[in-house]
C-alpha cells in the first residue's frame, strides 16, 4: 500500500468513539442526570481531532509532510466551514423572525463564530450581567470548533518546523507533550475555584493540551504502523485489557465528574484526556476487540455525521426550548429535538458535507447556485428550492448582521439597577446608568447605591400563601446579602422589616460574598438574622459556603436556595441543603420548590423575578423568619 492510503486508513471504531462522544455531548446539554460529565466528549473530540490531523499528515520516511500546506488548509475548510456556516446563518435568521431579543448578543457570536474565533469572543467581549441569563446563544457550542479551527492553521506550521528542526519524532514528541503539560498547568493557574471558569474552559491557551495530546500520541503511536503481525498473543490480550480499562474509565467519568469540580481544572482534564489517547491507540489498533465493537453500524453512521449532528444539536435545543424547561427537560420535546437534529444532521452529511469535500467549492457552486433560466424547467426541485431559499437567507442574514432590522423589546437592562444597599430604615439612591464592568468584587463601600421601582407590600389575600404575624421576639437587627434577585425583592423585604439591612449585587457569587462578611461582623450575634440568598450565579466550593457561614456562626442563618435554569442549580441547592442539616442555627427557605412550577413568576430570563414572584419569595422570606 502507498503511504498515501496507509496515512488516510479508516477505522470504524473511531466513528464508535465519535458517536459516543457526540451523544454524552448532548446528553449533557439536554441535562441528563446521569451525564453529568457529558462535556468531556468535546475532549475526546479535541484528542481524536490531534491524533488524526498529524498522522495524516506525518511522512513515512524523511522530514516531509505527506500533504502539502495549502492542499492540507484547503481541504479542512470544505471539510467544516460550508456546514458551520449554514447553520449560523440559519440559525440567525430564525431568531430574527421568532427570537428578536436574542439579536442583541447573536450579532456578536455569529460575526466571531464566522472566523472561528468565538472562544475568544465568549471570554473578552464585556456582555452584560443579563447576556448571561435568558436563552443562552444558539452559537455557543462554536468556541470548540473556533479552537479546532485555530488548531489546523497553527499546528501544520509547526509540526514541520519541528520535523526540520529536531529530525527525529521521538524527540518531537518529547517536546510536543511538554507543551501539553504546560498548557495544563495553565489552566491549573487560572483556575480559581468557586468562580467562574469560563477563561480556562475556552481559551486555546488553556485547552490546547488536549490537541497536543492527540499530537504527541501520532508521533509515538502512528496510525501507518500499526499491525496485527508484530504483537504476541499475551500482548494482544494486553492491548485488549488495557482497551477496556481505558473505556471503562471514559463511561464513569461521563456519569460522576461533572464542571465544578476543582480537581477537574487541576490536572483531572489533562489525566482524563491521556486515558482518551490510550483509547483511541487501542482501538485503531487492528487486533483491538472494542474497536470490532465500536465498529457497530448505528455507532458508525452517528460517528459519521457527529460533525453535524454537534453542529445543530446546540440551536435546536435552545431555540426550541422554552427558558422554564431548561434544567427540567420535557421528554416528549426532548424526543422530538432528537429527531429534528438528527434529519437536519443527515441532510447537512449528503447535501453540503461529502458533496463540497468531493468537489470542491466552485462545482458545488455550479451544480447548485447557478441559475440559468432557459434551463429552469429541467431543474430538480431541491435545486430550485436552493437556487431560491439560498439568496433569500443570505438577505435577510445581512439585514440582520448589519443592524438594518430592529431588535425585540428586551429585558430593562438599561434601567435595572446594578447594586442596592439599604441601611435599616435609611436607605439612599443613587442612579446607576451604566454597570461596572471592570470590578469583579468592589467592597460595600464602593458599590453605588440604588432605588429599585416601588413594589405594592405583600397582602395575604394576593398571595398563595398567608403572611405569619410577626413574631413577639423579633430580631434586633435583619441582614440580607444576595445577588439580582435580592435586588428584585428588596423594596418589599424593606416594608416588611423595616429595620433590615440589604446588600444585593449583581452577579455575585459565594466567593465575593466571603470578601464581603467581615464588613458586617456586628451582625454575628443571637439576637441577629442573617438571609443570604446566593448561587444564582454559579456553583461554590464547600470551603467558601462553610467559611460564609462561619463568619454569622452566632446569629440564625436562612439560606434561600435557588430556581435558576442552569446546569448548577442543582448542585447549589444540594449544597445548601446540606449545610441546613448539619448546623442548628441555619433554616433552608426552599424557594425553588415554591417556584418551579410557576413560570409566571420570572421574567423573559426566567431567573428575574415579576411582580408575583417578588410577592411569593417575600412571603417565604417572612414565613421563615416569623416561625
Avoid at 529536531?166 to 504546560?182: D, E, N, R, T, Y
Avoid at 460522576?256 to 483531572?268: A, I, M, N, P, S
Amino acid at each position: 500500500m502507498s503511504g498515501k492510503s496507509l496515512n488516510h486508513r479508516y477505522i470504524p471504531g473511531l466513528d464508535g468513539i465519535r458517536a459516543l462522544a457526540v451523544l454524552a455531548v448532548i446528553a449533557y446539554h439536554f441535562n441528563f442526570s446521569w451525564a453529568r460529565g457529558g462535556f468531556l466528549g468535546v475532549d475526546i473530540f479535541f484528542v481524536l481531532s490531534g491524533y488524526l490531523i498529524t498522522s495524516t499528515m506525518l511522512p513515512l520516511k524523511g522530514n516531509q509532510l505527506t500533504v502539502s500546506l495549502k492542499k492540507f488548509w484547503i481541504g479542512r475548510f470544505r471539510r467544516l466551514l460550508p456546514a458551520a456556516y449554514v447553520m449560523i446563518i440559519t440559525s440567525f435568521v430564525w431568531a430574527m423572525l421568532f427570537h428578536k431579543e436574542l439579536l442583541h448578543t447573536l450579532r456578536g457570536d455569529a460575526l466571531s463564530s464566522i472566523f472561528y474565533s468565538s472562544n475568544w469572543w465568549f471570554i473578552f467581549h464585556k456582555l452584560s450581567y443579563f447576556d448571561s441569563f435568558g436563552s443562552p446563544s444558539p452559537l455557543k457550542n462554536l468556541w470548540s470548533l473556533a479552537i479546532e479551527e485555530q488548531f489546523y492553521v497553527i499546528w501544520p506550521l509547526l509540526l514541520m518546523i519541528g520535523l526540520y528542526v529536531v529530525k527525529k519524532q521521538s524527540k518531537l514528541a518529547k517536546i510536543v507533550f511538554i507543551g501539553a503539560i504546560c498548557s495544563a498547568l495553565l489552566m491549573a493557574i487560572l483556575y480559581q475555584p468557586g468562580a467562574d471558569p469560563s477563561r480556562v474552559y475556552y481559551g486555546t491557551d488553556t485547552r490546547c493540551f488536549e490537541l497536543l495530546i492527540g499530537c504527541w500520541l501520532a508521533l509515538i503511536w502512528p496510525m501507518k504502523r500499526l499491525s496485527s503481525q508484530k504483537l504476541s498473543t499475551s500482548h494482544m490480550k494486553k492491548l485488549n485489557a488495557i482497551s477496556f480499562i481505558s473505556f471503562t474509565i471514559f463511561l464513569v467519568s461521563i456519569v460522576y465528574v461533572d464542571e465544578f469540580q476543582t480537581f477537574l481544572y487541576r490536572g483531572g482534564m489533562f489525566l482524563f484526556c491521556l486515558n482518551a489517547a490510550v483509547l483511541i491507540a487501542c482501538v485503531c489498533h487492528p487486533v483491538s476487540i472494542l474497536g470490532r465493537i465500536l465498529a457497530w453500524k448505528p455507532l458508525c453512521w452517528i460517528g459519521s455525521r457527529s460533525y453535524g449532528i454537534y453542529l445543530w444539536h446546540y440551536p435546536v435545543m435552545v431555540l426550541g426550548t422554552p427558558i422554564h424547561e431548561i434544567g427540567n427537560p420535557s421528554y416528549w420535546r426532548i424526543a422530538l429535538q432528537l429527531v429534528l437534529i438528527v434529519t437536519i444532521a443527515e441532510c447537512s452529511y449528503r447535501f453540503i458535507e461529502m458533496p463540497i469535500r468531493k468537489e470542491g467549492f466552485w462545482e458545488y457552486y455550479r451544480k447548485y447556485f447557478v441559475f440559468n433560466k432557459k434551463k429552469w424547467g429541467s431543474l430538480t426541485f431541491s435545486r430550485k428550492v436552493s437556487t431560491v431559499m439560498v439568496p433569500l437567507f443570505l438577505l435577510v442574514f445581512f439585514t440582520g448582521i448589519t443592524g438594518v432590522v430592529g431588535e425585540g423589546q428586551q429585558s430593562s437592562k438599561d434601567s435595572y439597577p446594578t447594586a442596592i444597599k439599604i441601611n435599616g430604615d435609611e436607605p439612599t439612591a443613587n442612579p446607576i446608568k451604566e454597570p461596572d464592568k471592570t470590578t469583579d468584587n468592589p467592597s460595600p463601600s464602593k458599590e453605588e447605591v440604588v432605588d429599585v421601582p416601588d413594589i405594592e407590600t405583600p397582602k395575604p389575600e394576593e398571595n398563595e400563601t398567608n403572611v405569619v404575624p410577626e413574631k413577639e421576639d423579633a430580631y434586633q437587627n435583619i441582614l440580607a446579602i444576595g445577588d439580582s434577585v435580592m435586588i428584585d425583592i428588596a423594596t418589599s423585604l424593606h416594608k416588611v422589616f423595616p429595620n433590615i439591612t440589604i446588600d444585593g449585587k449583581i452577579g455575585r457569587q459565594v466567593s465575593q460574598a466571603v470578601k464581603l462578611a467581615p464588613n458586617y461582623a456586628s451582625f454575628n450575634q443571637s439576637n441577629n438574622a442573617i438571609i443570604i440568598q446566593l448561587g444564582t450565579n454559579g456553583y461554590f466550593t464547600n470551603d467558601q459556603i462553610d467559611t460564609l457561614l462561619a463568619a454569622f456562626a452566632h446569629a440564625d442563618i436562612y439560606l434561600v436556595n435557588t430556581r435558576v435554569p442552569r446546569s448548577w442549580e442543582g448542585k447549589v441547592n444540594a449544597s445548601l441543603h446540606q449545610k441546613s442539616e448539619e448546623h442548628e442555627n441555619i433554616t433552608l427557605i426552599d424557594w425553588h420548590a415554591a417556584a418551579l412550577n410557576h413560570p409566571e413568576y420570572f421574567a423573559p430570563d426566567g431567573v428575574h423575578l415579576e411582580k408575583k414572584g417578588v410577592e411569593v419569595l417575600t412571603n417565604l422570606i417572612q414565613q421563615s423568619i416569623n416561625k
